[in-house]
């Protein structure tokens, strides 16, 4: 069963909520459950990164057990009845007071339910995106890190080419996981030596590091877009 408390904290910001117990934040999440009788901009702190995956968590659980309730007081109501009509007459009026009551109550019930609902919607939409963008950003993080390594790998190649050395058996095991290593590329699975050889990734072929800069901050879509290099010169392709 929830506690309730007095009323909610003065001041409604996501770090606010976010230091709350849960049966505290379920107090601010029922008084502002109702559309057109909430704070303003309290649903907007409610479904702030901070807080929102708890405040989803909150509404699913009373949406549940506001379910259960109408169940068991239903079957309740259903057994009362049955024993008001065998007692004759002198039942029927306590059914019927019995009945009205449960009709108050299962009014209010189900008021609540469809604002637990609504706001449920919501939070879920919300909660949806949040986790698509989270994963993008570790999606560009990993390709990132697959650019970096490539670099890396292809520029000890390069250095060993350049100083005349036979690369010994390790040497030529590590140039061939550029091969073996593939990256998501559209809707195919690449090489990451075909992703220099190619210039898909033309900041790897100058060596500059533009390959891994994002276009915006916070970070946004990739770009693979060479003018912004510092650099001209071309690394050879790995053979």
């Given amino acids: ?71 068991e007081r239903g079957a309740e109501l259903a057994e009362f009845r049955h024993q008001c009509w065998e007692a004759g007459p002198a039942g029927r009026q306590a059914w019927f007071d019995r009945e009205a009551e449960h009709n108050r109550w299962r009014g209010r019930a189900l008021d609540v339910k469809r604002s637990i609902a609504y706001r449920l919607q919501a939070a879920k939409a919300t909660a949806g995106a949040m986790g698509q963008q989270r994963v993008a950003q570790e999606r560009r993080a990993y390709r990132g890190a697959a650019c970096r390594l490539a670099v890396a790998i292809n520029r000890h190649r390069q250095a060993g080419v350049q100083e005349g050395i036979d ?61 912004a290099c510092s650099s001209a010169s071309t690394l050879p392709a790995v053979p």
């Avoid at 506690?3 to 999440?29: H, R, Y």
Wanted: aromatic share 6%; charged share 20%.
């Fill in 167 to 227: 690369p010994e058996p390790h040497d030529q095991a590590l140039w061939e996981v550029l091969r073996e290593v593939r990256v998501p590329q559209g809707s195919e699975l690449v090489a990451a030596a075909d992703l220099l050889a190619d210039g898909v990734w033309p900041c790897m072929l100058r060596g500059c590091g533009c390959c891994w800069i994002q276009t915006s901050s916070p970070p946004g879509p990739w770009t693979d877009d060479t003018s």
């Fill in 1 to 71: 069963m929830a506690v309730f408390f007095d009323a909610s904290p003065d001041v409604l910001t996501p770090e606010v909520l976010a230091g709350l117990g849960d049966d505290q934040l379920w107090q601010v999440i029922y008084d502002n459950l109702h559309p057109g009788k909430d704070t303003p901009g309290a649903w907007e702190a409610l479904v702030a990164p901070e807080v929102v995956d708890r405040v989803r968590r909150l509404l699913t659980a009373r949406h549940v057990d506001i379910e259960h309730q109408l169940a």
